[in-house]
């Protein structure tokens, strides 16, 4: 009964590997006699942040001494909430120091991030900032907070682009494209390129002047796809 049963088993298994073999096989005369177009397909689509960082530094340095860090705290909480902005859930604290002299003093500094969603807030910020001798500011990154939608949507449209141009170039020879049989998504992840901050004024420029005010402005992040595809390539 042993024997009987390993004697099944083996040949239970050899005919798996020839059923395989037969798939393997077909597939590929399938492709290779399947009439067929491949094409390459691309999208690019821009994203205008919605999350924008900023850094802002308090250090006693600056003002020399003169205004220790608890001052410049509240100075900060008091700007920030005049433009509306939610201290609690929209400020970070990074990093706290202090570095000791030979006379036994200290300066100390504090580092915060701010999450804003718009340049028109960012404006508000620095110019508030500003006006009360925060000067230290600087736009670390953008985001966007929708970026798994917008490469859905990227992916989405380069298939299609994709599709359009084998429809060409089947229509170009006087056929028609059938059903697509094959897709490979050769981007791993679509490539995002954060956008650089454009500044006509930062934080560090004098803006005592009330005509002048900071000019800020976001490129768009730019998200790229490509996929390649097979067509069906029928003959009229």
Known sequence: ?????????????????????????????????????????????????????????????????????????????????????????????????????????????????????????VRAVFEALDKDGITNVSVTRTASSKIDDYRRQARQEAIRNAQSRARDLAEAIGQSIGACFEINDYTSEARVTNSRVMMAKSAAVDMAAEEVEPNVEFEQIVINYNVSAKFVLNTK
């Open 1 to 121: 009964k042993k024997t009987m049963k390993k004697l099944l088993l083996v040949v239970a298994m050899a005919f798996a590997a020839l059923s395989l073999s037969v798939c393997r096989a077909q597939a590929q005369d399938f492709h290779q006699t399947i009439p067929s177009v491949s094409v390459n397909g691309s999208s690019q689509v821009k994203v205008t942040p919605d999350e924008i960082y900023l850094r802002i530094t308090l250090d006693e340095g600056d003002t020399k001494g003169k205004d220790v860090i608890e001052l410049q705290r509240k100075r900060l909480f008091s700007a920030l909430k005049r433009c509306g902005v939610d201290v609690e859930k929209q400020l970070t604290l990074l990093d706290m120091s202090s570095e000791y002299f030979r006379r036994g003093s200290s300066l100390a500094t504090t580092q915060y991030e701010l999450k804003l969603t718009s340049a028109e807030a």
